[in-house]
């Protein structure tokens, strides 16, 4: 009898054990192993100063915004990787690269008004917010804004503002913007958004269906000088206006 005794009491704690073990793999928070920082560190060495982004105010910003607070638990051990991650709703947080690259190809320097079309979970406004004065982000996906919002506001965000509603139009209250940035892809480029950028503004948009390329786009003399950067996949973007194409 007092062999069953202690059989059971060894079987319950490797049953224990074993469900701890479980648990700490399904939670990222709990694993004290993850060096966020140090991952971080050679996310920007590997993954974008490898690659060609200099502007330094950029890698700043890259090193100190903590992209695994801005990524769903189960993915924050991936959350410094070379890819573009779920985020929920369908949608993506997308790769280190290339949110240095779209965020260097905007020349920020530190007293614009940027607007940026597709929130997502907040990480690339959080970027935008180390390198300018006011950030205004749209995001069609109600949760998606929500949670961002609640987000950025707790980490201290004050010069950030995110709403709800469809990025097409953009923001006719707030405009006009020094640069836009869409993360997001229409099948062609906005017009509300060229009418919302100010003269000498520069906007970054991924255009095209199937195939995709990233444009960088300059407003001179109120007309649009438009550079070809890269082939990128970015989700579509969605609402009413990209459908009707006002």
Known sequence: MIKVRVFILIFLALFMFLLNCKDKKMHPDSVPNIDFKAMREKMVETQIKARGVKDPRVLS????????????????????????????????????????????LLELKGDEKVLEIGTGSGYQAAILAELAKEVYSIEIVESLAISAKKLLQELGYQNIQVKIGDGYLGWPEAAPFDAIIVTCAPDHIPKPLIEQLKEGGRMVVPVGTYSQEL???????????????????????????????N
């Open 215 to 245: 444009k960088k786009i300059v407003k001179r003399s109120g007309k649009i000088e438009t550079a070809d950067i890269l082939p990128v996949i970015f989700v579509p973007m969605t609402g009413e206006g990209v459908k009707k194409k």
């Open 61 to 104: 910003a890259m090193l100190k915004v903590e992209r695994h607070r801005f990524v769903p638990k189960e993915f924050q051990p991936s959350s410094y990787a070379d890819q573009p991650l779920p985020i929920g709703e369908g949608q993506t947080i997308s790769q280190p690269y290339i949110v240095a690259l779209m965020t260097e």
